[in-house]
């Protein structure tokens, strides 16, 4: 599931994995973490975790998928 909008203020609007509804992360996009990163970020709606697997490149997030945080 690839589903994510990049905002002017440098947020990302998500969907959650839980209750579908969208809201906004805010995930580090500098050199020091090109590539492969994960983040666990709690809905601003529902509370439930979100783990957020996410790439980066030199234009910012590439690829962003939302599963379920509670492993
Ligand atoms: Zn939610």
Same mark, same amino acid.
């Given at each position: 599931?690839? *589903?994510?909008? $990049?905002? &002017?203020?440098?947020?990302? @609007?998500?969907? !959650?994995?839980? !209750?579908? +509804?969208?809201?906004?992360? @805010? =995930? +580090? ?5 090109? =590539? $492969? ?5 709690? !809905?601003?709606?529902? !509370?439930?975790? &979100? $783990?957020? *697997?996410?790439?980066? /490149? ?9 599963? /379920?945080?509670? *492993?």
């Amino acid at each position: 599931m690839e *589903d994510f909008i $990049k905002t &002017n203020d440098g947020f990302i @609007q998500v969907t !959650c994995h839980f !209750c579908f +509804e969208p809201f906004e992360v @805010q =995930l +580090e996009v500098s050199s020091e973490n090109f =590539l $492969k990163n994960s983040e666990i970020i709690d !809905c601003t709606i529902c !509370c439930n975790p &979100n $783990k957020i *697997d996410y790439e980066v /490149d030199e234009s910012g997030i590439i690829t962003l998928s939302i599963t /379920d945080g509670n *492993d």
